[in-house]
Each structure stands twice: as structure tokens, then as C-alpha cells.
């Protein structure tokens, strides 16, 4: 059982800068995959990346590829998000999720298992 914790979102002007991060419980934290979805109103849930516990590999949507970064940290038993560049279309309340075992299908959201309660990122223009 891994119980997630968002937090660092708030308001911020287009272009501006802001990082995530999610807490996550358990003694096993380093075996599990970790991503970030967003769900914007009236709009499914969506894929943000995701961090292999395994390889370390990082992937990332479309959309925020060279401007978002994933990373972890096992002995603080936390994943962030870094978010630059941030435009107003990336407003959305901001999902930590995990998932143990084999990383596949990352980008859709019934593979994982844990979820955090999310977040909110508003970006002004």
C-alpha cells in the first residue's frame, strides 16, 4: 500500500516556473513507478510522465516534452515535477500516481494503481 501526497502548486504567470511534489508512504517506495497526470476542467485526466523505478527511463506527453522534468529522489521517498515555460493550457489539478512492477502503457491512467489528491497548477496569461 503506497498513500501520495501532492504539493507546491499555486498561481503563476505564463512563463513562469513551478515545481511539484509528491510524498509518497511505504518501505518499498524505490521498487514502485511513479508519473504525473493533470486533469483540466471538463477534461479526462491526462498523461504527464512517468520515471521506471527500474531503468530510471523518463517519458513524457507530447505536450510538455523539453519544458517538464521527472525526477526522484528514493531516499526521500518523493518524485517531482519541474514545470518551465509554463503556458496557460497547463492549468489543471496535478495527479501523483505509482505503480509497482513493470512499467507499461504508462499514458493511460487505469495502469496505475495509487493516486494522490491532486494539486492545483493555474497559470495566468
Known amino acids: 500500500q503506497v498513500q501520495l501526497v501532492e504539493s507546491g502548486g499555486g498561481l503563476v504567470q505564463a512563463g513562469g516556473s513551478l515545481r511539484l511534489s509528491c510524498a509518497a508512504s511505504?518501505?518499498?517506495?524505490?521498487?514502485?513507478?511513479m508519473g504525473w497526470f493533470r486533469q483540466a476542467p471538463g477534461q479526462e485526466r491526462e498523461f504527464v510522465a512517468a520515471i521506471s523505478w527500474r531503468t530510471g527511463n523518463t517519458y513524457y506527453a507530447d505536450s510538455v516534452k523539453g519544458r517538464f522534468i521527472i525526477s526522484r529522489d528514493n531516499a526521500a521517498n518523493a518524485v517531482y515535477l519541474q514545470m518551465n515555460s509554463l503556458k496557460p493550457e497547463d492549468t489543471a489539478v496535478y495527479y501523483c500516481?505509482?505503480?509497482?512492477?513493470?512499467?507499461?502503457?504508462?499514458?493511460?491512467?487505469?495502469?496505475?494503481?495509487?493516486w494522490g489528491q491532486g494539486t492545483q497548477v493555474t497559470v495566468s496569461s
Open positions: 500516481s505509482a505503480k509497482p512492477g513493470y512499467l507499461s502503457n504508462y499514458s493511460q491512467k487505469s495502469v496505475w494503481d495509487y
Open positions: 511505504g518501505r518499498t517506495f524505490s521498487s514502485y513507478n
